[in-house]
């Protein structure tokens, strides 16, 4: 599914410069591409914990999870934190957290000083961080429904602004190992429960931009929508074969087609939220099937979270000099291929090592 996740990736890009297309296309909406991720996410869980973990290794499980997210995390937030300097020092925007400590640090309290320093060292806590906002007078921390009615959102001290989604797949990550090995019908009522939260805070008014897609409670659904789906793929393998060559040859290619044309299709956008996401949960387990042999979707894949994670910076670094050379439709195409340059650099000479120490460290716990 390395195409796939790549394509979320590329998805969230699109929805951060500013009504830019690729080449022509800006793929799914960012809320949508992020849930997408969740339910990916929690298909891979289940495959790895009940595949590969044992019951009892709960911390060899977080451990591991972690040391994935984290190097990666801390390379990206330097180079981040460097590059806004650069930008702020030369005189330029850089609405980033540089900016943010800069100009509105010293009213900090410490604690609101110690919580976002925390947050942004150690990932855990920056999707909750997107409910709280810093008062300009006292520098308390407080918690606010939307981050972006606020006049100094807590949000705005970060240093990855993207990376609150890892704290909510971190919450997940504390409840996995537990979820996951549940039957059937516990997790399918556990995802009930979530729907029946979501559609409880709608009605008080909790929607929008931060409750769509960054709190945990809400999002759960997605995440175990992805556990059942993997509970198909463990227990239907001869379905699977059958279906898998169609599939393999057809299929996936259209369904890698409609998250590129997203925007495009006719019709209402709740309409084709509710059919992707069915879409996704029924496809997943063929998805993976058919692709999960193949070495270079695997390698893809692998791109598809230094992308995410550094696409802000190639959009801060390349803007004003795009801006000045070239026009406004050629923006996307080159902020993407300067994206995939930056995460095929960082996955060969930074990831790959560590990958292979944190798999060595894997084996010699589980001995």
């Known amino acids: 599914m390395g195409i796939l996740r790549l394509l979320l990736a590329v998805s969230v890009l699109c929805a951060h410069i500013h009504g830019k297309a690729v080449l022509g296309f800006r793929f799914l909406n ?12 929690g298909f891979y869980m289940a495959l790895v914990l009940n595949q590969k973990y044992r019951p009892g290794q709960y911390v060899l499980f977080l451990s591991q999870r ?34 943010a400590w800069l100009e509105h640090g010293q009213v900090l309290d410490l604690s609101s000083r110690l919580a976002l320093i925390a947050a942004n060292l150690a990932i855990v806590g920056q999707d909750w961080t997107i409910f709280h906002a810093i008062d300009p007078q006292t520098g308390a921390m407080y918690w606010t429904n939307y981050w972006s009615r606020e006049p100094l959102p807590a949000l705005s001290f970060l240093a990855i602004g993207q990376a609150w989604s890892l704290g909510v797949e971190i919450s997940f990550y504390l409840m996995a190992p537990w979820l996951v090995r549940q039957r059937y019908w516990v997790q ?14 709608y009605r008080f008014g909790l929607q929008g931009d931060p409750w769509n897609d960054r709190f945990f409670p809400f999002e759960l659904a997605f995440f175990v929508a992805g556990s059942l789906a993997y509970q198909h793929y463990s227990r239907f393998p001869d379905l699977l074969a059958r279906l898998a060559p169609a599939m393999g040859k057809y299929g996936r290619w259209i369904f ?19 059919l992707l996401v069915g879409l996704l949960f029924v496809l997943l387990p063929v998805l993976f099937y058919t692709t999960k042999d193949i070495g ?14 550094g ?8 803007e004003p000099v795009l801006a000045a050379h070239l026009p406004g439709d050629t923006w996307g195409v080159i902020y993407v291929l300067a994206a995939l340059g930056f995460s095929y650099l960082v996955f060969r000479w930074f990831e790959s090592p560590i990958e292979n120490w944190r798999h060595g460290l894997m084996k010699r716990s589980a001995a």
């Open 256 to 274: 890698y087609a409609i998250i590129v044309a997203y925007s495009r299709l006719p019709g209402h956008s709740g309409p084709l939220y509710f």
């Open 296 to 309: 270079w979707d695997r390698t893809v894949g692998e791109l598809s979270y230094p992308f995410y994670l």
């Open 66 to 99: 972690y040391l994935r997210l984290w190097p990666t995390y801390a390379l990206i937030t330097l180079l981040s934190l460097a590059g806004e300097f650069l930008v702020w020092y030369a005189g330029g925007n850089s609405p980033g957290a540089i900016q």
């Open 188 to 201: 399918a009522g556990l995802l009930m429960f979530s729907l029946a939260a979501r559609v409880v805070g």
């Open 30 to 41: 960012g809320d949508l591409a992020v849930q997408c991720f969740y339910m990916i996410s």
């Open 311 to 318: 696409h802000t910076l190639i959009l801060l670094l390349l």
